[in-house]
């Protein structure tokens, strides 16, 4: 289960003077079968490590907080770093 932190994702758009500062932050919860083996953690993803998920060939110096490469790879750095976890 995961629960991203509205307010934090809000606040990208908002407050961040820059790309750089933003960050994409949320709470995971790993089910796991057996008696107190959940895990529970919270995540953040800067929009630094985002910029490997990136499409070849995109240029980060045009890339904006509104842009869908900018949002999709900030999705899809979370989501890698959850699946790390699983494994």
């Known amino acids: 289960m995961i629960d991203i932190d509205e307010v934090s994702l809000a606040n990208n758009f908002e407050l961040a003077a820059n790309i750089e500062e933003a960050k994409l932050v949320g709470d995971v919860l790993l089910k796991i079968p057996g008696i107190a083996n959940n895990e529970r953690y919270q995540l953040t993803v800067s929009a630094n490590e985002a910029k490997a998920f990136y499409p070849d060939g995109t240029d980060a110096g045009t890339v ?14 979370f989501a890698e770093n959850v699946s790390a976890k699983l494994k």
């Open 64 to 77: 904006t907080l509104e842009s869908d490469v900018f949002y999709t790879a900030m999705i899809e750095r």
